[in-house]
């Protein structure tokens, strides 16, 4: 049974405070390992304000991405796009970015992307802090939905068609069993009723499901909105 973890921060300051501290921790931390971004708006403050200070990693990092819109790397709904100014910052060699590929066809670029994670775990890098979303509608990284789990079985990352027309690719709950640190992080009154369901281990929400191989998750959230 997958273990929940909560913690309520006093305002969204409080959060993004926590979020870039976390972060800055895991990204420096020692030994050749991987830390998993994601995308929305609710990490994007602790990304400029990491890209702000100077953040520091290990030598041997990698950082690859939960979900990708599928759309140019240097279009602004990217989250690869978004995150440039911490990617920047940390001066990472191009080959251990992971990011989608989505200048290849949908298909391919789904193929590829769950190709690369499968070689990176192959060679002994784990993935150890590892940041997800939480939707409105108890959507997680690019999974919306029952079908898009099944069609997530037995891969590590998948095409998916998005509920607001648009595609992209996806990490599986497959992988996700592999993270060592999962953390959901969500903010935003809109997302309440997505939270309440996530503390209530609803077996119906989307992002409950999709981490039900893992031992155990965080959810950081906060009050006042």
């Given at each position: ?60 990092l990698h950082v690859?991405?939960?979900?990708e819109r599928y ?124 939270v309440r369901r ?28």
């Amino acid at each position: 049974m997958t273990e929940l973890a909560v913690s309520v921060f006093a305002s969204r300051a409080a959060l993004d405070a926590a979020l870039t501290a976390r972060l800055a921790s895991a990204l420096a931390a020692p030994g050749t390992h991987a830390v998993m971004l994601a995308g929305g708006t609710t990490p994007m403050n602790a990304y400029r304000e990491l890209a702000r200070q100077g953040v520091r990693r290990d030598e041997r990092l990698h950082v690859l991405f939960s979900d990708e819109r599928y759309v140019p790397a240097d279009s602004p709904a990217s989250n690869y796009y978004q995150s440039r100014p911490l990617l920047t910052a940390l001066s990472l060699p191009e080959e251990e970015i992971l990011r989608v590929r989505t200048e290849l066809p949908l298909d391919l670029a789904a193929a590829d992307y769950a190709e690369r994670l499968t070689t990176l775990l192959s060679s002994g890098i784990h993935v150890g802090l590892g940041l997800l979303g939480l939707g409105a509608d108890g959507h997680t990284a690019s999974l919306f939905g029952a079908a898009d789990l099944e069609c997530a079985r037995g891969r590590y990352a998948l095409a998916v068609q998005r509920p607001d027309g648009m595609s992209a690719v996806s990490v599986s709950p497959e992988f996700l069993a592999t993270v060592q640190e999962p953390l959901f992080v969500v903010a935003g009154a809109d997302k309440r009723d997505a939270v309440r369901r996530l503390l209530a281990r609803d077996p119906g929400l989307t992002a409950w499901s999709a981490v039900q191989g893992c031992a155990r998750v965080e959810l950081w959230t906060c009050g006042g909105e």
